[in-house]
């Protein structure tokens, strides 16, 4: 695949290098001094440099949609985890898209950590007696993690700040909702729910991806195992196995003293178990208890917008329910004043009766018994509508 790579500024024709153009991506180097290095080139040069399968490379591409994946290889980690997409070797750090608004603060933290690692390296290689007691406790607990420990916890601690950021802004805005929604049922209210609902369904799933990958890779020991790139690289350090280095960029000046340093960091680790993934254990798992946290604030926010959709619910079946009375009211009022208005189309049909001549007080009397009959007749279908619960008391 690195021959393939080789091939495009070769032949050099106009349409290959516009998609050679096009195909490039922008990427930051950094190197456990924290120094940087911005490089535009494509994926056959970061191939070449890390030694990886196009396959794994693809995971880090933004226009595929891959999800949360934490990968380790031979010579390097591949890290895709939302907008963090890295890949780690055992002295080096590629990121992705180093202008993105969201990889600023990560290689701000990177270039902040690595640089004061890198001090203290330095002041320790002068002397140790020119360090305080205290520093020296720090810098032994920072010098026990490989590197590529330090950027895969600066890569996790970056996203699970930004996953819970955006669970915090979303209960910001989602409870005042909520309560405003239950005191006012209106349009607007339940429109501003929905959208509510939908960004924490898309957060959920985002969260919920994450803390699989950190799952299954507790699950797993041979997964862990296959992240200590610095111990594959010490156990591999011979004279035989220096030879294979690829020359793309010029080799970081200190590669061998990070070699012993991390042979001397994971000696304990080297020379007993190879198994041993108990410091990686340690780091997924703090990582592990704070998406979990996350997803939890997220599942009661869910369950809180249940219980809202619940209350509301009620609230509109009593509604209901209140229409079906005010129905039946009207139901019952409209029989009553249709056999009063049965009784007055009878009576003013013009049909002569013989009991219609010279008896003038038979009006009143029909008006205020088939009042009286109708009205009756309205209490009882009330009252015993009532009896049976069919409306309030």
């Known amino acids: 695949m690195a021959r393939e790579g080789a091939v495009v500024p070769a032949a050099a024709p106009a349409d290959a290098l516009k998609k050679k153009a096009a195909a490039s991506r922008s990427w930051i180097l950094m190197d456990a001094a924290g120094e940087e290095t911005i490089l535009d080139v494509d994926k056959y040069a970061i191939m070449h440099r890390v030694q990886i399968h196009a396959r794994d490379l693809r995971i880090l591409d933004p226009l595929l949609s891959y999800p949360s994946t934490i990968l380790g290889r031979e010579r390097a980690i591949v890290l895709n985890l939302e907008h963090i997409k890295a890949i780690i070797t055992a002295d080096e750090v590629f990121l992705r898209d180093p202008l993105d608004e969201n990889v600023i603060p990560i290689v701000e933290e990177l270039r902040r950590r690595l640089r004061a690692v890198h001090a203290v390296h330095q002041v320790q290689g002068e002397g140790r007696e020119n360090l305080g007691g205290q520093h020296d406790g720090e810098a032994a607990e920072e010098d026990e993690s490989p590197f590529e420990f330090r950027a895969l916890e600066v890569a996790l601690e970056g996203i699970c700040s930004y996953l819970d950021a955006r669970t915090t802004e979303l209960e910001t805005a989602a409870y005042p909702a909520l309560d405003e929604l239950t005191s006012k049922i209106s349009s607007r209210n339940l429109d501003r729910v929905r959208k509510l609902k939908s960004a924490m369904t898309r957060l959920t799933a985002r969260v919920q991806k994450v803390r699989d990958e950190l799952e299954q890779l507790l699950d797993d020991d041979d997964d862990m195992a296959d992240l200590y790139l ?38 304990a680790t080297i020379h007993g178990n190879e198994n041993d993934v108990e410091e990686l254990e340690m780091l997924l798992e703090a990582y592990f208890m704070q998406i979990d946290g996350t997803l939890n604030k997220l599942s009661t926010l869910r369950e809180y917008i249940d219980d809202t959709e619940d209350y509301i619910n009620i609230q509109l079946d009593n509604h209901r329910n209140q229409l079906i009375q005010l129905e039946l009211f009207l139901s019952s009022g409209t029989v009553c004043l249709s056999l009063y208005s049965l009784v007055a189309g009878i009576f003013g049909m013009n049909i002569p009766y013989e009991w219609n001549e010279n008896h003038g007080y038979i009006y009143k009397w029909v008006v205020i018994v088939s009042g009286l009959v109708t009205s009756i007749l309205f209490i009882f279908i009330i009252a015993y509508a009532r009896h049976k619960g069919l409306v309030g008391s």
Request: no cysteine.
């Open 230 to 267: 610095s111990r594959k690289l010490a156990g591999a350090s011979s004279p035989v196995s220096g030879s294979g280095v690829p020359n793309w960029l010029a080799s970081p000046p200190t590669i061998g003293s990070k070699i012993s340093r991390a042979s001397r960091a994971s000696a």
